[in-house]
Antibody
Framework: EVQLVESGGGLVQPGGSLRLSCVAS????????MSWVRHAPGKGLEWLAN????????YYVDSVRGRFTISRDNANNSLYLQMTYLGVEDTAIYYC???????????WGQGTLVTVSS | DIQMTQSPSTLSASVGDRVTITCRTS??????LAWYQQKPGKAPELLIY???TLQSGVPSRFSGSGSGTEFTLTISCLQPDDFATYYC???????????FGQGTKVEIK
């Protein structure tokens, strides 16, 4: 079964850091571009970042560029999102998702909740 | 960045209705447009990609059309399971932001 499982969310104070993980199973992880997407309460979906199969290309939305870093470990079928300088506006459910060819985001994780609050 | 304008933001409809949601992009995207359905507390699910290709397993009452900068998601005969929020997304280039539309909540009339 194709599966993505996120972890690492939690409560963090403004200005703090957090590292999210996403473990893939049921497919060849190294064949896929991977992305992080978030859904803030009462708002729409926001694509955050993506990373090429071999990690050689990474792209970010303006709102997180310089604060968040996407990375991957193909040997361990894992995707990561290092988040720094978190603000209350970063409170959201964070999802990882895969992409291949013309097909975007055909598989999503269940999401992990990040709450930024003092 | 490519801007997305999705409308309407809310749509009230009855079971059996034909429903249409529109998404406009600020520049042409060569049909690199997808549609997703999201239910409360769940991850989004891919319905349509490349503007009109139905994702495997998605009921045929869902269809996508359009080109250039205007795209449409149609649900031909609304079912009880279809009450949800729908998002369009452009993914025209890996090096550009993959923006989502603002979402359309389909509610029971």
């Amino acid at each position: 079964e194709v599966q993505l499982v996120e972890s690492g969310g939690g409560l963090v104070q403004p200005g703090g850091s957090l590292r999210l993980s996403c473990v893939a199973s049921g497919f060849t992880f190294s064949d896929y571009w991977m992305s992080w997407v978030r859904h803030a309460p009462g708002k729409g979906l926001e694509w955050l970042a993506n990373i090429k199969q071999d990690g050689s290309e990474k792209y970010y939305v303006d709102s997180v560029r310089g604060r968040f870093t996407i990375s991957r470990d193909n040997a361990n079928n894992s995707l990561y999102l290092q988040m720094t300088y978190l603000g209350v506006e970063d409170t959201a459910i964070y999802y990882c998702a895969r992409t291949v060819g013309a097909t975007p985001f055909d598989c999503w994780g269940q999401g992990t909740l990040v709450t930024v609050s003092s | 960045d490519i801007q997305m304008t999705q409308s309407p933001s809310t749509l009230s409809a009855s079971v059996g209705d034909r429903v249409t949601i529109t998404c406009r992009t600020s520049q042409t995207i060569n049909n690199w447009l997808a549609w997703y359905q999201q239910k409360p507390g769940k991850a989004p699910e891919l319905l349509i990609y490349k503007a009109s290709t139905l994702q495997s397993g998605v009921p045929s009452r869902f269809s996508g059309s359009g080109s250039g900068t205007e795209f449409t998601l149609t649900i031909s005969c609304l079912q009880p399971d279809d009450f949800a929020t729908y998002y369009c997304q452009q993914y025209s280039s890996y090096s550009l932001s993959w923006t989502f539309g603002q979402g359309t909540k389909v509610e029971i009339k």
